[in-house]
């Protein structure tokens, strides 16, 4: 049995992340492998995360951000950084992808402490600023010859540190920050990105590069996945790629 | 002088585009008299002393500003209101150009005016509305709205400007609403449902407000409507709701199908019971009465089939969609169209779909169609829901109705949910008209 947690499923879904999970669990059965989602809220054991195979957590409205702020920081935290350290696979969308860094600066100034597990920080340009919204299409490194494409919708502008490398390379939209041209981090077999749309669904090579390495870890092996049928999968990607490209 | 101005030239504005034609003649004319006289709505207000409603929330503006008209012209009331789809400054400005004479005059007991999610405040700037109601408040469009928390501070805001004797109906089933309601400063009443009609078991996924807006802590709900809608109330500080009208004691004529719609007429005959004080029993008659607004549960006959047409935008709204077909359809089953456009109107964001519960509606399917410019995405979000091979995506509209009317016998009854524009499309081909 895979064990997929589902972090804060009830306060961090705004941008229909949840169809991430629907994706990793529906790829899986379509494998014969079983797997079961595992919703880690407000009031469940913060213990729940070591026995996870694999994480996924999402992007929030800032009221509900500052909920599991909270939470994250009066005890699951701990036990998220060191399940991400210990190689588990994790996704983190937006909002989550955020709060893992060092820090986030609100546009009034205020610093938001991170719960410090990847080397990054955001910032807000302030109160009149854009935020950066649009179709996001990237190349990603860690998957050579395909493309990635979403949503964007954030305020925060992301700067990678030197522990993280990042996820992708943008070719039309603005990533982490509209400047540099990175989009997402990636920091031992965790994701970090501002794609939603949500990221999996129209992205079937990501969620079988997460499938791989969730089982990987498990296992212990080398894996090799069954081609599924993404038909419709790549014609959603495609309707995208040549309306911008 | 400015005002005369502004009106002369917005009204020939209106009278050329309409003449040639120019189609987006519903809100130019009222961009340009605004760029003459920017306190063009609240100066005609000014001059005239009818009473005006305000309606606003994420779903149900256009049928609940129809329906209230309705019942004030039932009650032998003038009743100006802005079409469909105008529902922003321009568009206020425009309804207001067509209607008034040179000087300005609106001659009419009543305005009642839809307005969006952003627009509410900018008209409460310019006008001291008699009654404002707010109907609900969900996740809609967010690459474009932004947060509802940003919303609904906003209304509050705008909403203590207000002066103490404007009347206020609020949904109370909504905890933020509800917490927003007993806030203000003046004359609030509160609207829900009757609890035998809240039947979710579970709290669903599209819900914004589950966490209580006084203390944080996550709320209880001992019923559920729909969304974040319920009898709730939380254990830690003790907010809960009361004083909420569900009217179930009066075997209300409920025009339209859908939890809803209970919810919108509810609302309506909250505001005419207490603000009005009018006659239940005749505004119940009146209700039979009722035609939806177009494109909300429309009926359309087309080449012998009849086609039940549901605008569905956003989460809580299609789920409601969703429920309400398969509450017609019970046990019987059906062939659908679904239409998911991203232009403006419709958000270019539509990770929504995937907030959106299809399962329910799973045993009811024959054949699902799928079309308009995110076809694929929905396609997806389809397949993996229900894993069959009752999915087929026809990007082209037009092929797609041909598919489906093809699929389906004479005098067969299918439904099409649409996105807004999408929906105006679809219109568009089955009547023949263009529409704005």
Redesign the interface.
Known sequence: MINIGWLYP??M???????NV??LV?RMQKRGLEAQVVKIS??ESPGLISRMDMIFMGGA????Q??VNKDLKANKGLFLKKAVEGGIPGLFVCGAYQFLGRYYKAADGTIIDGIGIFDLYTESPGINSQ?L???LIVEPYILPKTRLVG?E?HGGRTHLGKKVTPLAKVIKGFGNNGEDKNEGMVYKNSIGTYL???IL??NPDLADWIIKKTLEKKTGEKVSLKKLDDT??N??KQ?IIERYL | MRLFLSIILGKLVAAASSLLNLGAGSTWPGHLALKIETNFVKNIFKKNSLKVIVVAGTNGKTTSTALISHLLRGLGYRVFSNPEGANLMNGVTSALLKTTDFSGNLDYDFAVLEVDEFTLPLLLKEIVPDAVFILNLFRDQLDRYGEVNTIGSRWFSSLETLPKKTFVVVNGDDPYLYFMGKKLHMNVKYFGVDEKLMELKNIPHDVDFIYCPSCNTLLNYSRLAYSHLGVFNCGKCGFKRKDVNNFSENSINYPMEGLYNVYNTNGILTFFKYFLKADLKKINSLLKKFRPAFGRQELIEFQKRKIFLLLSKNPAGFNQSIRTVKSMLKNNTASFLIVLNDRIPDGQDVSWIWDVDFSILLSNVKKIFVSGDRVYDMSIRLKYENKTNKIYPVPNLQQALTKIIENTRQGEKFYILATYSGMLEIRKILLGKKFL
């Not at chain 1, 409205?61 to 509900?64: A, E, F």
């Open positions: 009830d306060l879904s705004t941008y229909g992340d949840r169809g629907i994706t529906y407000l009031n409205q800032d009221k509900q500052e909920i935020r919204i649009g179709n949503f919708n939603h749309g949500p669904p129209k419709f999968e014609k959603a309707v």
